[in-house]
């Protein structure tokens, strides 16, 4: 049975403004409507559905238990009405003109590179606008449907992701760094007392500190910078091996002998914004990414299978 809805998506969309922008008043200036149309609008919504969104509390009206759950719902709604009406555009339109990804800094910088240019041999007119990300920076433009696509070390509530790799992580310095000189195996007590070096949280609500409690840290935005550092001897820094291989095998960089927690792991997700509605384009460079992940670093891809089938039986 098809029920015909009663409230329109504008009046939705009322409510929405409502509530994000505090008031009748803002909410008419950012919707370009007059004050008294924003208010028709979300009392209809109130008559039509028998409900009260609104109380007022001192001078100011809050919503509703009721009006909370309604403006969660709407929310959904609207989002989805969005994402359906992009998706109609990209199938009008065959492959999408452009696609947006944003990408962990942590994923190997040639591997990505590598991805591109197999996409543009194929796709040469699609653009590609690429947002190197760190921490909850990833999450905020999945969250935000800012991409089409992310590479990723968290998946977001709401999201499904699909295990891509598994990066080890080393703790390195340069052969030259005076915690190489101590000669023995390093406690973090030796670690606290030099320069660590960290990457930004790219998010707003950053996430960030030094893992070992170092009183000196440089905070950079880019691994390269990172990088650089620590091959000038300027501090030290956990980093992915498949990211610093070339400076580990040309002797720049060194592990440091830490006693406990030399070598971390963690694990990178292929995640679509909306994979119902992703276009051929989304698909198709993501179809990539998994088999150069798979054909290049077969040992880092395998082992972050086996970790999702670990978790998942442990979930059982």
């Not at 919504?45 to 409900?51: A, I, P, Y």
């Not at 009006?67 to 992009?86: H, I």
């Not at 276009?279 to 999702?308: N, W, Y």
């Amino acid at each position: 049975m098809t029920i015909t809805p009663k409230i329109t998506l504008d009046q939705w969309r009322a409510l929405l403004a409502v509530v994000d922008a505090g008031g009748y008043a803002q909410a008419a200036e950012n919707l370009h409507k007059s004050q008294s149309a924003v208010t028709y609008a979300v009392q209809k919504l109130e008559s039509l559905l028998g409900v009260k969104v609104f109380e007022v509390i001192g001078r100011k009206a809050h919503l509703t238990p009721t009006g909370q759950v309604m403006y969660r719902r709407a929310k959904a709604l609207l989002d989805e009405a969005g994402s359906l009406e992009m998706a109609a555009g990209n199938l009008a339109q065959g492959w999408e003109p452009e696609l947006s990804l944003a990408v962990e800094i942590i994923f190997p910088t040639w591997l990505l590179l590598q991805c591109f240019a197999r996409f543009a041999d194929e796709r040469p007119q699609t653009r590609i606008e690429l947002y190197e990300s760190v921490l909850s920076g990833t999450e905020e433009m999945l969250l935000q449907r800012k991409v089409d696509l992310a590479v990723c070390s968290q998946v977001p509530a709401g999201f499904v992701g699909d295990p891509l790799m598994r990066l080890n992580f080393i703790l390195a310095a340069h052969p030259d760094h005076p915690l190489h000189q101590l000669g023995r195996d390093l406690t973090l007590q030796d670690l606290r007392k030099h320069r660590h070096l960290l990457i930004r949280d790219s998010g707003s609500q950053r996430r960030s500190g030094s893992r070992v409690g170092a009183e000196q840290i440089w905070t950079v935005s880019h691994k390269a910078t990172s990088i650089h550092a620590a091959c000038m001897g300027l501090g030290f820094a956990w980093f992915s091996e498949e990211t610093i291989r070339n400076e580990l095998e040309s002797g720049l960089l060194k592990p440091l002998p830490l006693r406990e927690g030399a070598k971390l792991s963690g694990e990178l997700y292929l995640v679509f914004a909306d994979r119902d509605y992703a276009g051929p384009g989304a698909l198709r460079l993501a179809q990539i990414i998994r088999e150069d992940v798979q054909g290049t670093c077969p040992k880092v891809h395998a082992e972050a299978k086996q970790a999702q089938a670990v978790a998942t039986a442990g979930g059982a």
